[in-house]
């Protein structure tokens, strides 16, 4: 059960409330369907209920733009997977996002303190237009696939854009990746064009990609082009690689001109993204141009609150689900702020510096991002102006309580915290914010409409107020297409419909409040259960990161004796070791705020904590390395030397 908690943290103002699109969004639905809707509550049930009327009521009033919608919103609805959003649609997700071509501010990018550039809606429109005809005459055509290797510039952007305007399909990873996991993510799906940039910047240093790039390029057959974006220089050498030549040279035969879109089915391919890949070669999950447009505007315009004029940032890399999500912006006609390089310049206030610069109304991040900086006690209100932002969104992982305490106390009072949830899987958020309800400490604020998330227990029945499987039990328009080169979708319908029928599990631990809000305890696959009592990750996590000497910890499950005990890895403040009393702090922590069942038998000092290129934790890879198992695909880590730390310690063999 969630502690008791009195009040809220933020209510909107009622001047808030009656300007959110929400509130709009409502009237909106009241007036074409004969309702009286007069809350979030009310809304949402519809949402759930009718879905037809109200996926057709986020076309109508997003707007967006197609060469037809038909007549079927949702055909074989009750199949999952299986149900077809808008299979008579067609429509191009490029022209979805490129609507305004005038003066107005489209990109803005910050490439750490050494690059500054502004692009306008017109500029960015006819910088697309010639690249996506220079791919056009490479022969990139509908179907076809141009991979992204790639820092969060505005080129990035440009390149995707382009792409899907002809009706090919895009797909990225950032320019950290070594050659093994570049490969083993484009090699799969056989890209006809390499993007990429000849550098990038990282906590002020420059690190040169071409040579890997040749590497890279090697062992991909599939590619007949490589584009070359400078970043680090001004002229890239594009010799250094086959088949390269720079993006000069590529658009130069181009002016730019109208851009004929391709407009295709709904369930065109527009996107494939990765799984993290820490169990074996990632899967390429297949996405669609009309499910993830939207999707996307729900999430920007209604539950994010987005207008015209806006500026939404969201600190990511090429490699993570939330650029996707984040370039969608634009089709709810803001601005984008891309920033690339480390989050920590300027003693953890380069974001915030970002935010005060170019008033910023959008500021979103990780939950391990505000836990680092509340750590070292940056107070952003203290030194920074933000009056124009309006909404701060964490994901990545559980957002602990104090998160939500730091947030309210050093960075803005009047905020709408957002706290989101969702997945790569369907490049979208089961629950997330709501700029008309009340944020209560430690729980995201809602499930999403048109999202009917509930939490299973052990038997299946949903359950409020209890611990258990977050599932979705009907249909939603980012359901992948599939994975790729997955005949008969064995390998898709293992990933989410391999426990329960036609319900989609997700994987995380989590349950629904009494204010109808969410608090994820962790990934259900990684749920501890020491004498049978399942225990979720995010509980320890948010007792043990409390205590000033610990900087992040991990915990497993690690069998022994027949039954599993709670083994607690903790990275401490520089200069500091754990010793008896520490380790007393720890445990009495989390038993007075959970249960002697959270208490680790075994608390360990380590120096490092092994991650994904998206900053996520990996429990599964330290459970593999102490129970003496192989880690099937350390390239998916951004810092695979780290597991060293875990492997064949003596601490753990008594």
């Not at 997977?81 to 022209?95: D, I, Q, S, V, Y």
Request: negative net charge; charged residues 25%; hydrophobic residues 40%.
């Amino acid at each position: 059960m969630a502690p008791e908690v009195q009040s809220p943290l933020w209510t909107p103002s009622p001047e808030r409330i009656a300007n959110a699109n929400m509130t709009a969004f409502m009237k909106f639905v009241n007036e074409q369907h004969g309702k009286s809707f007069a809350n979030y509550d009310d809304l949402y049930r519809w949402s759930i209920d009718q879905l037809e009327d109200f996926w057709a009521a986020v076309w109508t009033f997003c707007g967006v733009i197609a060469e037809t919608r038909g007549n079927i919103v949702l055909a074989d609805k009750h199949k999952m997977p299986g149900a077809r959003f808008f299979p008579e649609a067609k429509l191009n997700f490029a022209e979805n996002l490129l609507k305004r071509r005038d003066d107005t501010d489209a990109i803005i990018f910050w490439g750490e303190d050494k690059v500054r550039r502004h692009l306008s809606s017109k500029e960015l429109y006819d910088t697309v237009s010639r690249f996506a005809q220079a791919l056009a005459a490479e022969g990139v055509g509908e179907g076809d696939r141009v991979a992204g290797f790639m820092p969060n510039m505005p080129e990035s952007v440009i390149a995707m854009l382009a792409t899907a305007s002809l009706g090919a399909t895009w797909t990225s990873c950032s320019p950290d990746f070594g050659v093994q996991g570049v490969c083993d993510r484009f090699g799969q799906v056989e890209p006809k064009v390499l993007v990429c940039c000849d550098g990038y910047y990282y906590n002020n240093k420059m690190v040169e990609t071409l040579p890997r790039i040749a590497e890279i390029v090697g062992h991909l057959p599939s590619v007949k082009r490589v584009v070359v974006i400078p970043y680090i220089s001004e002229v890239p050498d594009a010799s250094k690689a086959p088949r390269a030549v720079n993006l000069a040279e590529f658009v130069a035969p181009f002016a730019a001109g109208d851009i004929v879109f391709h407009r295709m089915p709904f369930n065109h391919p527009l996107y494939i993204l990765y799984s993290s890949g820490t169990t074996g070669v990632p899967k390429c999950i297949v996405h669609g141009a009309g499910g993830v447009l939207l999707m996307h505007l729900k999430e920007h315009i209604l539950q994010c609150d987005v207008k015209p004029g806006d500026r939404v940032f969201y600190f990511t890399t090429c490699g993570w689900m939330m650029w996707n999500w984040l370039v969608s912006g634009l089709a709810a006609n803001a601005a984008l702020l891309l920033y690339d390089g480390s989050p920590f310049l300027g003693r953890g206030n380069v974001l915030f510096d970002f935010a005060a610069a170019e008033d910023m109304t959008h500021f979103g991040t990780s939950a391990k991002f505000i836990d680092a900086i509340a750590k070292v006690k940056v107070e952003p209100q203290k030194n920074h102006r933000l009056p124009e932002l309006r909404v701060l969104l964490s994901t990545g992982s559980p957002l602990a309580p104090e998160g939500f305490d730091y947030v309210y106390e050093k960075v803005k009072k009047d905020v709408n915290l957002a706290s989101i949830s969702g997945g790569t899987d369907l490049v979208a958020c089961f629950a997330g914010g709501c700029p008309i309800r009340p944020v209560w400490r430690g729980e995201i604020q809602c499930r999403m409409l048109g999202m009917k998330v509930e939490v299973f227990d052990e038997n299946a029945r949903p359950v409020v107020g209890e611990k258990g499987e977050l599932v979705c039990t009907a249909p939603f328009p980012t359901m992948p297409l599939g994975f790729w080169n997955d005949p008969g979708d064995v390998k898709y319908r293992a990933a989410y419909y391999d426990k329960y029928e036609n319900v989609w599990r997700h994987g995380d631990w989590c349950e629904i409040t009494k204010h109808d809000g969410l608090i994820i305890y962790g990934r259900s696959d990684a749920v501890l259960n020491p004498g049978g009592v399942r225990i979720g990750t995010a509980e320890i996590y948010r007792q043990v990161e409390k205590l000033e000497e610990v900087v992040e910890s991990i915990v497993i499950g690690q069998d022994w004796l027949s039954d599993v005990r709670v083994v607690l890895f903790v990275r401490l403040r520089e200069g500091l070791a754990l010793d008896d009393a520490l380790a007393k702090r720890i445990r009495e922590v989390i038993r007075d705020n959970t249960t002697s069942r959270h208490v680790p038998a075994v608390i360990l000092q380590v120096p490092d904590i092994p991650r994904t290129k998206s900053n996520k934790i990996v429990e599964l890879a330290v459970r593999a390395i102490v129970h003496g198992e192989p880690v099937k695909n350390v390239e998916a880590l951004a810092n695979p030397e780290a597991l060293e730390h875990y492997r064949n310690r003596s601490e753990l063999a008594s």
